[in-house]
């Protein structure tokens, strides 16, 4: 464990993001089983697990794309187990997809600014000249200088690499200026380059903010991340800093099929 995170384990931040008993039914078939989750101010909580072990799952419901069957949901101390998406986004909680969801059609700088027009009412302006934008520059270039896209400021989204435009969709999703940053797989298909600047990133990101990410990569997990739920057939399985849920035998079970070293 790095330093920066023993660091920031000595205090104790409040619970900002906090699930009771959730629980989802399909049918005759229980994706989720009374989960209970708390995600702290920041600090970088990892939900990690086998395929099929309901991690999408948790994460639609805790960003209300899907209701519970049970249990209860706060965030920042507010219940909202039944609020909509959108109102939940606005409250705070806000989800990268594992899927890059960018325009490709507008560059760099333009994708930032229309995620800037959302958090500062302009969007819903139509009146207003297109030159409006213009003051959303400087708020747009900082924060296309801080995940390291300065020099693909003016180029098309459609002509970055794929690596490149999920760095730009952190880019976009930090223009809504989150309390509870949802990120499902940031690293997934990058290159080494690519995930040291979104690892680096979301570590500065929790400085200021709680980080909830699903990633498949345990290194980064092993580095990045204060608290580690490990789920399977949509339950708990354990929980704690990375080197307790490793050493734990029923972890090693199952993502390997095997408890021996």
């Given at each position: ?9 000595r ?13 989802r039914?399909?049918?005759g ?8 989750l ?7 909580h990892?939900?990690?697990g ?16 899907l ?5 209860k949901?706060?965030?920042?101390g ?6 909509v ?19 490709p ?9 229309v995620?800037?027009?959302r958090?500062?009412?302009?969007a819903?302006?139509?009146w ?7 003051q959303l ?47 499902d797989e ?13 690892a ?17 990569n ?9 608290h580690?739920?490990v ?6 399985l ?24």
């Amino acid at each position: 464990m790095n330093a920066s995170v023993e660091q920031m384990e000595r205090s104790e931040p409040r619970v900002v993001l906090s699930a009771r008993g959730l629980r989802r039914d399909f049918g005759g078939f229980t994706a989720v089983r009374d989960v209970d989750l708390d995600v702290h101010d920041r600090r970088v909580h990892a939900l990690i697990g086998p395929n099929g072990a309901g991690k999408t799952t948790v994460f639609n419901l805790l960003t209300k794309f899907l209701q519970p069957t049970a249990g209860k949901i706060t965030l920042l101390g507010e219940d909202i187990t039944r609020t909509v998406p959108d109102k939940v986004a606005r409250k705070g909680l806000v989800r990268s997809f594992q899927i890059s969801a960018v325009f490709p059609q507008l560059s760099v700088l333009d994708n930032v600014r229309v995620a800037l027009q959302r958090k500062s009412g302009l969007a819903h302006q139509f009146w207003r000249p297109l030159s409006a934008l213009n003051q959303l520059n400087s708020h747009a270039e900082n924060l296309i200088a801080t995940v390291g896209l300065t020099r693909e400021r003016d180029v098309l989204a459609a002509d970055l690499s794929y690596g490149r435009k999920r760095v730009l969709e952190m880019a976009t999703t930090l223009a809504l200026d989150p309390k509870v940053l949802l990120l499902d797989e940031p690293l997934a298909g990058m290159g080494q380059e690519d995930i040291g600047t979104i690892a680096n990133l979301i570590r500065e990101v929790a400085a200021t903010r709680a980080v909830l990410m699903v990633e498949h990569n345990l290194s980064v997990v092993a580095d990045l991340c204060h608290h580690v739920t490990v789920l399977q057939r949509g339950e708990i399985l354990a929980e704690g800093n990375y080197d307790t849920v490793s050493r734990d035998p029923r972890v090693r079970t199952a993502y390997m099929g095997t408890e021996e070293d």
